[in-house]
């Protein structure tokens, strides 16, 4: 029925088992819908997430969703309680990082610790040849000539070494690559992206013709567990406010704020500065006596960033290496060296180079790996 649009097969068995998360959103349900037409043993899992305080997360109605899709599927639906380890894990981990006057990447956080992590290892523990989500990116088998897994290599009984490629996806607009840097070999061996190779009004139209409930439901939006809230008002339910200056680039006083804490590299909005000089932007913060620096647009510029906690795909590059860098969600890649100490030099200077974000690697439509700015 729906042949004309599943243009990618991936792997094609009966006797296969894969759990699918299931968030009750239109892509991972297409992904189970999908999967089950490639004849899979498809499994839904809605994973609960960390619940801050009553009324901030709307998690039923999401997991009532993803049971009405499992349902028209006619798979089997899971429920698995990850709360503590979301607030462990992903919760407390961000509030730490702001604490520390840096600005944490919560969504990496999450895909490392809790979807390929706990969620991937459960799902084994349970007998699933795979784990399957609503990411929008490619995954491509390669083999030991460095040459595409084909159909006909997939049938050989040889001895061939396979390695995973992380592609971004046919949607460039949608693509989540950005946030899967920290991922292996060892679990892209058990992962599928089924929607990677779609763009989204091809998934909400195969979702319609699946039947799917929650074909039109808009895209979440905001922290992955807290949903579209303010993170100002979410951090100041666990760091207390603490009213400090506002100085510009030339020393001047010009506004105050309420905590360096809630105040990110870049940011423009939601500074107290009424002195008709603006815009201005957030270039610099004193943790210890509690300052904020701000200055124009082109103060923001910088040519070089170090990185922690570098983490590859595949094999690591011989160093030094040239490679295209996002320093954020979104933004352009960036051509930079990278060498052996963990600094990028960039060609050219880049905009808001924030602590705590992540900086992703890339070659071409490859993602290569990342790292954590320093």
């Not at 201005?280 to 960033?305: A, C, E, F, H, Q």
Request: with cysteine; net charge positive.
């Amino acid at each position: 029925m729906l042949g004309y649009l599943l243009k990618y097969t991936i792997v094609k068995s009966q006797s296969k088992i894969v759990y699918v998360a299931m968030s009750g959103g239109v892509d991972s349900s297409v992904a189970a819908a999908l999967l089950q037409n490639q004849g899979y043993a498809v499994t839904g899992v809605f994973m609960r997430p960390w619940q801050p305080w009553p009324g901030l997360c709307m998690w039923q109605g999401d997991r009532e969703d993803a049971m009405r899709a499992a349902s028209v599927l006619e798979i089997p639906f899971l429920t698995w309680d990850f709360s503590k380890e979301y607030k462990k894990e992903v919760g407390d981990y961000m509030i730490r990082e702001y604490k520390a006057g840096r600005t944490p990447n919560p969504d990496v956080m999450c895909n490392k610790e809790i979807k390929f992590g706990l969620f991937l290892k459960k799902a084994l523990k349970y007998k699933a040849d795979f784990i399957a989500t609503g990411h929008y990116v490619r995954i491509r088998p390669m083999t030991n000539d460095k040459r595409p897994m084909t159909r006909e290599k997939k049938s050989e009984k040889s001895s061939l070494v396979i390695s995973h490629k992380l592609l971004v996806a046919k949607d460039k607009n949608k693509d989540q690559s950005y946030f899967l840097w920290t991922l292996t070999q060892k679990q892209l061996s058990k992962c599928l992206f089924p929607i990677g190779d779609y763009i989204k009004p091809e998934v909400r139209k195969l979702a319609a013709k699946f039947g799917l409930p929650n074909h039109d439901k808009k895209d979440s939006q905001g922290v992955c567990f807290i949903g579209p809230i303010d993170m100002k008002d979410f951090l100041s339910k666990y760091i207390k406010n603490k009213k400090g200056k506002i100085i510009n680039v030339d020393g001047a006083v010009i506004g105050e704020h309420d905590g360096v804490y809630y105040y990110t590299i870049g940011q423009r909005h939601g500074l107290n500065i009424g002195d008709g000089g603006g815009p201005y932007y957030v270039v610099g913060k004193d943790m210890k006596k509690n300052i904020i620096y701000v200055g124009k647009k082109n103060d923001l510029g910088s040519s070089k960033l170090k990185l922690s906690n570098i983490s590859w795909v595949s094999e690591p590059l011989k160093l030094p290496a040239r490679i295209e860098v996002k320093i954020r969600y979104r933004s352009k890649s960036e051509i930079a060296i990278l060498v052996k100490n963990g600094e990028l030099r960039f060609i050219k200077s880049v905009r808001a180079i924030t602590p705590g974000q992540s900086a992703v690697f890339y070659r071409g439509q490859e993602m290569l790996g990342g790292g954590i700015i320093t």
